[in-house]
């Protein structure tokens, strides 16, 4: 039996389901749903963003929709016009099997009076940014007044944008008895005081623990002078050559001026915030969705729509104003019970900042040192080494093998493989031979004549990665068992392709050295090496305070991103109304847990060689 079917929903959703390919509900739809569908009540959700909400609201709602009626029953608003045309497009995929049940976007960037004909033609249920539906119904273009149900989707971001007079308009026009449906990542005091004025006894479901982060997102904050945070910006997408990511700024010409510069350097980068048209965002977000675009650089406001699988990082340019808002960012990866990593830049000056987002979330930052240029090089070169060595040959190459082995006829194996490998790797070399090490004030000072001592972090290669079904989690806790080490012995675990790096204590190399001398894993060797280019230690010294820019940067463009706040809903450029893109999960995938059995096998060898 579907799970879903456990949960009391009917045959037409549990087909359309199915067809979606999702089988298991996440902990926020296996807590709301029976709720909702069994009962005519209030409620208060706080989850997580990426933890299938939609799904949790949509699923009992269009179950309780009256088909035969064509009067609006159900109104849901949302902060921006992304997730509202994203919640749109989801309701119609989830009702594609009931027929009769119509759903309308109502946003700004498109013709109200089109939206005006779409929900006089008949609209059961209206998904609606809060500015323009105020201004529908100003107009008298449509009646609310009469609905069963109320949902508030991302009620803490509504709030802080600027919605709450509008909100509260709003639900004054509705019905005191409707049932009224409250989702939300946080819970801030604007949002309870919604909930105290406007429900009744609503029942509380909260998925972790309140404003907490999940645990599926890793958190690192690099510390570097505020002159060096685009260089530092860059580096880390160096050193993650598989980064998709979505990279934060707190203003619109922050967002603008991040993007030009990296197309600029040759990264596959847009921007998307309140100036673009909404052809142009749904431009860039198809390319996103597409993998076109490796790195999304956005403003809280604009990403608010972004729901996008298998983000790899979240990058923090700038801490946003709002700590609170640091959820929601992080939200944007580890999604689908995968793994994620939200990284935070930051001057000396912010550090307080990060530890009152660690109270907050619940969770604690790891510091790391920004990678140095050769270790950049480093990892460049042997993720270019595995990706020649995994490329498939497309046998149409053999017509002009005869004419290429002519030009390669005097080389050797060895220097044929170091002239390929060097077209990529002089780039990097060339660019960052040159480049001064950003972390050198915060990295820890070395003895003299290069010997380790305890208390310096020792920084290692070892060559297994993802390809061989690991991620920073599993091999941190096979090295764990393999080296009979404490949990916190063990750190820094980056996991790449074919490789990985990790740091112990300047005490433990030796032992890290010997138990890994002839190490086998499932009868491959398994290579440890401490890499020359260490990175892992921190130093005190001289920061950088910010001064003046940094002030500035912290306290810019107030009005802007009050603009753009505005656009999403009060006063919203006219545009052509276009096609959403793809739906967001509705919960765990059934084929989207990893096999986890060559982990499970490395900590059984681990533990036989450390027993024998």
């Keep these: 039996m579907n799970k879903f079917e456990q949960l009391g929903l009917n045959a037409a959703l549990l087909q359309a389901i199915g067809d979606m390919g999702f089988e298991t509900p996440s902990e926020v739809q296996e807590k709301a749903i029976p709720v909702l569908l069994e009962q005519e009540t209030d409620l208060v959700a706080l989850a997580q963003t990426g933890t299938g909400k939609t ?3 949509g699923f009992p709602l269009l179950q309780k929709i009256d088909v035969e009626d064509r009067s609006t029953q159900a109104l849901i608003l949302s902060p921006t016009r992304e997730l509202c045309l994203q919640i749109t497009n989801e309701l119609k995929q989830y009702s594609k099997y009931i027929k009769g049940l119509h759903v309308v976007a109502v946003y700004g960037g498109a013709s109200i009076t089109e939206q005006a004909r779409e929900v006089k033609r008949g609209a059961q249920v209206i998904v609606a940014t809060p500015g323009r539906m105020q201004d529908m119904i100003n107009r008298g273009f449509v009646n609310i007044k009469n609905i069963a149900y109320c949902i508030l989707d991302e009620a803490d971001e509504m709030l802080n944008m600027g919605f709450y007079d509008d909100i509260c308009a709003i639900l004054s026009d509705t019905p005191d008895d409707k049932s009224t449906w409250l989702f939300s990542a946080t819970m801030p005091a604007e949002v309870a005081r919604i909930a105290k004025k406007f429900m009744a006894d609503p029942v509380e479901i909260t998925v972790g623990a309140k404003n907490s982060g999940t645990a599926t997102v890793s958190h690192e904050f690099y510390v570097v002078n505020a002159r060096d945070r685009y260089e530092a910006l860059k580096r880390l997408a160096d050193a993650n050559p598989d980064i998709f990511s979505v990279i934060f700024c707190r203003t619109k010409r922050d967002t603008q001026a991040v993007a030009e510069k990296l197309i600029e350097d040759g990264y596959n980068a847009a921007a998307l915030h309140g100036d673009l048209s909404q052809a142009q965002r749904d431009s860039v977000m198809k390319s996103f969705r597409g993998r076109q675009i490796q790195m999304l650089v956005a403003t809280d406001v604009a990403a608010r729509g972004i729901d996008v699988d298998n983000v790899t990082h979240v990058i923090n340019y700038q801490l946003p104003d709002e700590i609170e808002t640091y959820n929601h960012r992080s939200g944007r990866t580890g999604r689908a019970g995968k793994l994620g990593t939200s990284i935070v830049i930051i001057t000396k000056s912010e550090v307080r900042k990060i530890h009152t987002i660690e109270k907050i979330i619940k969770q604690k930052f790891e510091e790391k040192a920004i990678p140095s240029g050769i270790e950049i090089c480093e990892i460049q070169l042997l993720h270019l080494a595995n990706k020649i060595h995994d490329t498939e040959i497309d046998h149409e190459i053999d017509n002009y093998l005869p004419a290429i082995y002519q030009v390669f006829e005097n080389l050797s194996k060895e220097d044929l493989i170091r002239k390929m490998v060097s077209v990529e790797f002089n780039r990097f070399l060339n660019y960052y031979k040159k480049k001064k090490d950003l972390s050198s004030e915060r990295s820890s000072e070395r003895t003299s004549g290069g010997s380790i001592k305890a208390g310096d972090a020792v920084r290692y290669f070892i060559n297994i ?23 916190d012995d063990v750190f820094k675990v980056d996991v790449k392709e074919g490789f990985s790096f990790f740091n112990t204590d300047g005490e433990h190399a030796e032992r890290v050295m010997d138990i890994f001398s002839n190490f086998q894993l499932e009868g491959r060797k398994i290579n440890v090496e401490i890499s ?20 500035r940067d912290r306290f810019a463009d107030h009005s802007e991103r009050r603009s753009e706040r505005r656009s999403e809903g009060r006063f919203e450029p006219r545009g052509e109304r276009r096609s959403v893109g793809e739906a967001r999960p509705l919960g765990r995938r059934s084929d989207a847990s ?8 490395a900590f059984e060898a681990a533990k036989r060689r450390r027993k024998s």
């Design 55 to 57: 799904a949790a609201f």
């Design 465 to 487: 990665g993802t390809r061989d079904d690991f991620d920073w989690m599993k091999l941190k806790d096979f090295l764990r068992e393999a080296l009979d080490l404490g949990r």
């Design 532 to 551: 020359k280019n260490d990175n892992g230690g921190r130093k005190s010294g001289r920061g950088d305070f910010g001064g003046k820019r940094e002030r």
């Design 594 to 601: 990893r096999d986890r059995q060559p982990a499970n096998k």
